[in-house]
C-alpha cells in the first residue's frame, strides 16, 4: 500500500532538490566552471619549475617543433670601381637565404617561489637549402668591410692626437706588428735555420777538417776516401763524428776522390764552402731549383742521389753535432727554437749579416734589412739593443701572450707603456730599446715593408671594400688585415651557436600581467651600454605573452634584443592565423626617434657604435622613416614603402601565444662626419662621409605547427564544450527531478485528500 504522505514529503524534497540544480546550472556553476577553465590555461601557459606541464616547450622544444625563420637579404654594392672614383653607390637586394632559428635555455633556476626564472639562452642558424633560392656558399656580395671600417674608426681618436694624421696612415705605421711577425715567422722557419748552418758551417768545417788531417798526419786522400764512403768511424785518426756523408744512410756514397775535392775547395764557385756563389747555389740546390741542381751535378761530377746525400749529411748530422750548439752560444739562446729572435734582435746568427742580403729563389726580403740593429745600420745608426734574446722573446715575442707585440693591441699598449715610461716595469726592457723598437716598427718600416704589405692585402682581400660569399659575410668571415695586424676578433655580421650570459624574467606566477616579462637582461636591470640610464623593460621575444586577455591592451613593450631597448607594438585590430582568431599589433610609427638617451640624432637609425666600437646602424628594411637626406638621396636601391618595411604581430590572447610575427631590421655602417680617415693619395679618398651604407637585411619570423594548431583548436572546442555542457546537463537533470518532485507531490496530494473526504463521508453515514 502506498505511502500518500510520505510521496508528498518526497516530492516537495525533490521538487526543491531540481529547483535548487536548475538555477546553479544558470547562476553559480558557470563562474565555477570559468574559474576552473582558466586555471587549466594558466597551468598550460606559467613555467614557474622544472616539473610545469609546458617546461621543456618554454626550455626551447618549442622552436623545434614549429618553425622559427631567420631569413637576410644581402645589399650589394654593383659599382664598387665608380663608387670609389665618387659616384653614388648603387645598391641591389641578393636573398633570401634561410636559416631555421633555433633557441635553448640552459643553466635554469628559480627565485622568488617560482616568480622569477633565470637562465642562460643558446641560439642556433640552421641553413635551409631546400626553402633558400640561392647557395650562401656560392653567392658572391661586394659591399663596405666591417672589419676595415672598425680598424679606421679605433685608429682616428689616436691619429687625430698625432698632427691629425689620416687614420690610415696610423694603421699602416702600426702595422709594424704584423710585419715583425711575419719577419719572426720566416726567422723561425726550418728554411732560415738551414740558411743559418750554411753560413755557420764552413768554418766549423774547416775547423774540424784540419783536426782530423792533423791526427793522420796530413793523409788528404785518405780523409776524402773515408768521408765519402765509410759507414762508420775510421779506425785511422779521430774526430770523425759527424764528419762521414755515407754515415747517415748506413750506404756509401761512391763520391769520387776528385768530386770531394771540388766539393771542399772554397775558391771554387761551385764548392758547398764558397761563400760567393756556391752558397747560393747550393741553397738553390736545396729548394728544387732544377738550374742550380743541373750546375752541380755538371761541374762537381755528382749524381742528382749524391747531392741530396751530401745536402742531408751538411744540414742534419754536421750541423746536429758541430753547429747547433755553437749557434745557440753566440746567441745566447737555450736552444735553436729561439734562433730566429737572435736573428732579429742582435743579427748573429748570419754573423752580422742579414737574410735580405742572401741572393737564394724566393728571397721573399728584397726591399732592406729586417734585423733591428741591421737596418738602423742600414741608414747610419748604430743601434745595439741591450735587451738578451731571451728576455725578448719571453716579453715582446712570445704570440701565446696578449701583450705580444706582434699583434696590434700588444703594440698600442707597448706604445703606451713607453709614453708614461713603464716598459722596464712591464716588459723588463729600457725605455731606450723600447723607443727604438717602436721606431724601427713604426717609422722605419713604413715605406720599405709595412705600406708595401697593406696595400698588397688591399688588392688581395680588399680595403675598405671587399668581396666575399654570402655564407662569410653572415658566419665564416676571415679578414686579411685583421690575420696581419693579429686582431683576433670576428668579423662577421652574424654569429652562431652562441651563448648568452644569464637573463631572468618573470613567470607570471605571482601576476599574469607579468608573465615573460624581462626583469634582467645579460645579468642587467638597468642597461650600461646607455650609460645606465634605461631600464629592461617589456616581454622577452620568445612569443609568449599574459594569457586570458578578454580585453587586449591597445599598446605592448617588447624588449628588442637586435637594438638593446624597449619597443613599442600598437594594436590595430582583428586578424586570423589558420583559422584562428587573434590580435594584430604593428611596430610603431617613429619607431626610433632621435634621443639623447639612445644616442640617435637621425630619425630612424639606432646608433649601436659605442656598443660595438664600429659606426654601424640598425634602422627598418630600406631606411624606412630616415630622412631622404641620410639615405635614399646617398644611394640607389632602396624601395622605401610601408608594406617593406612593416613589423606585424598576431596575438591569440586566451593562451597569450603569439602565432605569428615577422620582424624586419637592417644594418648600415658610416662613415663619420668630419672623418680625416684617408690621405689624399689613398685609394679610398673619393668615398664620402656621413653617409649610410645598407650591408643586410635581416627578417625573423615563426609560424605554429599544424600539430600545435590543431591542438589549440581543440582545446578551444574542449573549453566551449566544458563551458556549456555542463549547464545543460545539470538544468535538465534538476528539471527532472523539480518536475518529478511536483508530480509527486501533486499526487501525494491528490491521495491525501481523496482519503480525508472519504473519512468525511464515513462519518456522516455512521450518523
Known amino acids: 500500500m502506498v505511502n500518500h504522505k510520505g510521496c508528498l514529503v518526497s516530492g516537495v524534497f525533490l521538487a526543491v532538490i531540481g ?303 758541430y753547429t747547433e750548439s755553437y749557434v745557440n752560444e753566440i746567441c745566447d739562446i737555450p736552444d735553436i727554437s729561439m734562433l730566429g729572435v737572435c736573428q732579429f734582435v742582435t743579427g748573429n746568427a748570419l754573423n752580422g749579416r742579414s737574410i735580405s742580403n742572401y741572393t737564394f729563389l724566393t728571397q721573399p726580403f728584397t726591399q732592406g734589412p729586417i734585423e733591428i740593429p741591421l737596418l738602423y745600420q742600414y741608414i747610419g745608426l748604430n743601434v745595439k739593443l741591450s735587451v738578451s734574446v731571451q728576455q725578448a722573446y719571453k716579453s715582446l715575442f712570445n704570440e701565446s701572450d696578449s701583450n705580444s707585440i706582434l699583434n696590434l693591441n700588444g703594440l698600442v699598449n707597448f706604445l703606451t707603456a713607453l709614453k708614461s715610461f713603464d716598459t722596464y716595469k712591464l716588459y723588463n726592457v729600457s725605455l731606450f730599446d723600447a723607443a727604438k723598437i717602436i721606431g724601427y716598427a713604426t717609422a722605419e718600416l713604413y715605406e720599405q715593408y709595412n705600406k708595401p704589405t697593406i696595400l698588397g692585402l688591399y688588392e688581395k682581400y680588399g680595403g675598405l671594400i671587399v668581396t666575399r660569399t654570402m655564407d662569410q659575410w653572415l658566419w665564416n668571415c676571415e679578414d686579411g688585415i685583421l690575420d696581419f695586424l693579429g686582431v683576433d676578433q670576428p668579423c662577421a655580421l652574424q654569429q652562431n651557436n652562441t651563448v648568452n650570459k644569464p637573463s631572468t624574467i618573470f613567470t607570471g606566477q605571482q601576476d599574469l600581467s607579468m608573465t615573460n616579462q624581462i626583469f634582467e637582461f645579460q645579468e642587467q636591470t638597468f642597461l650600461t651600454c646607455w650609460n645606465g640610464s634605461v631600464q629592461v623593460e617589456g616581454f622577452t621575444e620568445s612569443g609568449q605573452f599574459p594569457p586570458l586577455q578578454s580585453n587586449p591592451p591597445q599598446t605592448m613593450t617588447l624588449f628588442e634584443e637586435n637594438v638593446i631597448r624597449p619597443v613599442q607594438l600598437e594594436l590595430s585590430g582583428d586578424s586570423q592565423v589558420q583559422g584562428i582568431n587573434t590580435k594584430r599589433y604593428y611596430l610603431t610609427n617613429n619607431s626610433f626617434p632621435v634621443s639623447t638617451t639612445f644616442k640617435t640624432t637621425i630619425p630612424g637609425l639606432v646608433n649601436l657604435t659605442d656598443i660595438q666600437n664600429l659606426p654601424i646602424y640598425v634602422s627598418l628594411w630600406d631606411m624606412y622613416e630616415v630622412p631622404a637626406e641620410y639615405s635614399s638621396n646617398n644611394l640607389q636601391g632602396l624601395n622605401q614603402t610601408y608594406e617593406s618595411a612593416q613589423v606585424p604581430l598576431d596575438l591569440e590572447p586566451i593562451t597569450g601565444n603569439a602565432l605569428y610575427y615577422n620582424l624586419k631590421l637592417q644594418v648600415n655602417l658610416a662613415i663619420p662626419e668630419y672623418s680625416n680617415w684617408f690621405s689624399s693619395n689613398s685609394t679610398f679618398k673619393n668615398i664620402k662621409s656621413n653617409v649610410f651604407y645598407p650591408v643586410l637585411k635581416i627578417g625573423q619570423t615563426a609560424t605554429p605547427s599544424q600539430s600545435n594548431i590543431d591542438l589549440l583548436n581543440s582545446q578551444f572546442k574542449l573549453i566551449k564544450i566544458l563551458g556549456f555542457a555542463p549547464v545543460i546537463v545539470v538544468s535538465i537533470i534538476g528539471g527532472i527531478i523539480l518536475i518529478a518532485g511536483v508530480s509527486m507531490f501533486a499526487f501525494g496530494f491528490k491521495k491525501l485528500r481523496q482519503q480525508k473526504q472519504q473519512g468525511y463521508q464515513a462519518i456522516i453515514n455512521n450518523e
Not at 658572391?140 to 689620416?166: K, R, S, V
Open 19 to 321: 529547483a535548487v540544480l536548475f538555477i546553479l546550472a544558470f547562476a553559480l556553476l558557470p563562474h565555477l566552471i570559468n574559474q576552473a577553465t582558466q586555471n587549466a590555461v594558466i597551468q598550460a601557459v606559467i613555467v614557474d619549475s622544472t616539473s610545469s606541464q609546458r617546461y621543456n616547450d618554454w626550455a626551447g622544444q618549442q622552436s623545434i617543433e614549429n618553425y622559427y625563420q631567420q631569413y637576410f637579404y644581402a645589399w650589394n654594392l654593383t659599382n664598387p670601381e665608380e663608387f670609389l672614383n665618387g659616384s653614388i653607390p648603387i645598391f641591389e637586394t641578393v636573398g633570401p637565404f634561410n636559416y631555421k632559428y633555433e633557441f635553448n635555455f640552459s643553466n635554469v633556476t628559480f627565485q622568488d617561489g617560482g616568480n622569477l626564472a633565470t637562465y642562460t639562452q643558446t641560439k642556433s642558424y640552421i641553413y635551409q637549402a631546400d626553402m633558400s633560392p640561392n647557395d650562401p656558399t656560392e653567392v658572391m656580395i661586394t659591399n663596405i668591410n666591417p672589419a676595415y671600417l672598425g680598424l679606421m674608426f679605433q685608429m682616428a681618436p689616436n691619429a687625430e692626437l698625432l698632427d691629425n694624421m689620416p687614420a690610415e696612415n696610423l694603421l699602416i705605421a702600426l702595422g709594424g706588428c704584423g710585419q715583425m711577425r711575419l719577419f719572426l715567422e720566416y726567422l723561425s722557419s726550418d728554411n732560415f735555420t738551414n740558411i743559418v748552418y750554411f753560413t755557420q758551417n764552413p768554418k766549423l768545417y774547416q775547423e774540424q777538417y784540419t783536426s782530423i788531417l792533423k791526427s793522420l798526419d796530413g793523409n788528404e786522400k785518405y780523409f776524402y776516401q773515408q768521408w765519402a764512403n765509410s759507414t762508420s768511424i775510421p779506425q785511422k785518426g779521430s774526430g770523425w763524428y759527424g764528419m762521414l756523408v755515407s754515415s747517415p744512410n748506413n750506404q756509401s756514397s761512391n763520391i769520387s776522390l776528385s768530386s770531394a775535392k771540388l766539393l771542399f775547395n772554397s775558391s771554387n764557385e761551385n764548392s758547398i764552402l764558397n761563400e760567393e756563389i756556391g752558397q747560393t747555389l747550393w741553397i738553390n740546390a736545396l729548394l728544387g731549383d732544377k738550374t742550380s741542381i743541373t750546375v752541380l751535378t755538371s761541374e762537381l761530377q755528382l749524381t742528382i742521389e749524391q747531392i741530396n746525400m751530401v745536402l742531408d749529411w751538411w744540414l742534419n748530422d754536421f750541423s746536429k753535432v
